[in-house]
Every structure is written in C-alpha cells, then in structure tokens.
C-alpha cells in the first residue's frame, strides 16, 4: 500500500485552469506507476490518468484527452494533475493510488490499491 496525499483542489469556473498534487511522504513513488481517479457525488470512483514510473507512458480517460496533463517528480515523491478548460463534469473528489503496470510496462488506468488517502475535492462553478 502507498499512501498519498492530495492538494490544490478548490473552486475553479468553467473553463478555468487548476492544479492538483499528490505526494508520498513515507515511501518513494520510483518503483511505480501512479495515476489519477475520481469520484463525484452518486457515482463511482473512475480513472481519469496514469504515468509510468519514468512518465515515458502518459494514459488518460477519453472524456480529459486534451484537457488535462499528468506528470511526475520522482526526487519530490509528487504526482501532478494539471487540469484545463474544465468542465462542470470535472466536479469530484480527486485521489491518486499506484496503478498497475500492464505489459509491456507502463501505465494502466487500473489502481493497485484498496485503500484511498483523503482526496482533495474539485468544484466547478460560475
């Protein structure tokens, strides 16, 4: 289990621009893929992006392609997700979680983990 904590979410209109963070601070993230999910009120949880451990593998969920941009800082244990043009459907609770690296290894949008840090939470309003 890696435990993450998440920031930077907040209040953003639509089409407004926003970033989230997460950080590991009691194991290094090196060894492995890390990805983005979220989950709205009523809904499940779904995968919204993945990096592969060097962030040579980028996947992200149809409805953010083009939007949204995942990345990495190994030497910071931190996972960036820098959102734009955001939409009212952006509107969540955003966690990140190891995912699985699939084969060859990069990225899944299929988390690791059974157990989820806080989140930071994302509105979207005008």
């Known amino acids: 289990q890696l435990q993450f904590v998440e920031s930077g979410g907040g209040l953003v209109q639509p089409g407004g621009s926003l970033t989230l963070s997460c950080i590991s601070f009691e194991r290094s993230i090196s060894d492995y893929a890390v990805g983005w999910f979220r989950q709205a009120p009523g809904k499940e949880r779904e995968a919204v992006s993945c990096?592969?451990?060097?962030?040579?593998?980028?996947n992200y969920a149809d409805s953010v392609v083009g939007r949204f941009t995942i990345s990495r800082d190994n030497t910071r244990n931190a996972v960036y997700l820098q959102m734009n043009k955001v939409e009212p459907e952006d509107a969540a609770q955003y966690f990140c979680?190891?995912?699985?690296?699939?084969?060859?290894?990069?990225?899944?949008?299929?988390?690791?983990?059974?157990?989820w840090g806080q989140g930071t939470q994302v509105k979207v309003s005008s």
């Open positions: 990096i592969s451990r060097a962030s040579t593998v980028k």
């Open positions: 979680s190891r995912t699985w690296p699939g084969s060859p290894p990069g990225c899944t949008l299929l988390s690791m983990d059974d157990s």
